[in-house]
């Protein structure tokens, strides 16, 4: 089992740009693919980006396209989602989460693992 702790949240300015770590506890990283949330209150969960189990295919979703980038290093159980140019709706908990049962998983549901989220806070 892989317990999953994530960091690098906190308060920030707009246009800023913001590297957050989901690091796991036990081994056996890879044969997991990993993805990020992030959530508001009142709000549900809202997919931003996921990496295959398989290899090192990506996606992420169309409203973080191209200020969000996911990579992981499986050597060192970690996965990184890094924020570019951060907006204040950017603020949320944000999420990690593994599924060994799919490769490139953007529905909630299809996730085993959640860690317990760290907080961003962007200011304008």
């Known amino acids: 089992q892989v317990e999953l702790v994530e960091s690098g949240g906190g308060l920030v300015q707009a246009g800023d740009s913001l590297r957050l770590s989901c690091t796991a506890i036990a081994r056996g990283f890879s044969m997991y693919a990993k993805g990020w949330f992030r959530q508001t209150p009142g709000k549900e969960r809202e997919f931003l980006a996921a990496?295959?189990?398989?290899?090192?295919?990506?996606t992420v979703a169309d409203s973080v396209k191209g200020r969000f980038t996911i990579s992981r290093d499986n050597g060192k159980n970690i996965v990184y989602l890094d924020i570019h140019n951060l907006r204040p709706e950017d603020t949320a908990v944000y999420f990690c989460a593994v599924t060994a049962a799919y490769e490139l998983p953007t529905t909630e549901h299809l996730y085993e693992i959640w860690g317990q989220g760290t907080q961003v806070t962007v200011s304008s």
């Open positions: 990496i295959s189990r398989g290899d090192s295919s990506t």
